[in-house]
């Protein structure tokens, strides 16, 4: 199982950017998806998730400005950030819990970097 996210890049603060995130390999199903950033010097954090049944959660710092989708059928999961700002610089990971066969297990893409600058 894979998982390749693209969609990252450098843009000005106030602007937009939309993440996306393909899982690929033997997947039988897909629970929650997500993403986590990781900013320079600090821990991971979550950003948003997402479950199989659209339930949806964000961090604070988020809400309102960013939106998780999925396309089931595409085993894809998105994220549109809009007004960014300077503190939303970070790599982005999405992941996944994924069931191949009869175990459940969390996989990450490779992530993706955002710039939000002038």
């Known amino acids: 199982v894979q998982l390749q996210a693209s969609g990252g890049g450098l843009v000005q603060p106030g602007g937009s950017l939309r993440l996306s995130c393909a899982a690929s390999g033997s997947i039988f199903s897909i629970n929650a998806m997500g993403w986590y950033r990781q900013a320079p010097g600090k821990q991971r954090e979550l950003v948003a998730y997402i479950t199989s049944s659209g339930y949806t959660n964000y961090a604070d710092s988020v809400k309102g400005r960013f939106t998780i989708s999925r396309d089931n059928a595409k085993n894809t999961v998105y994220l549109q950030m809009n007004s960014l700002k300077p503190e939303d610089t970070a790599v982005y990971y999405c992941?996944?819990?994924?069931?191949?066969?009869?175990?459940?297990?969390?996989?990450w893409g490779q992530g993706t970097l955002v710039t939000v600058s002038s």
């Open positions: 992941y996944a819990a994924i069931r191949t066969g009869g175990v459940l297990d969390d996989y």
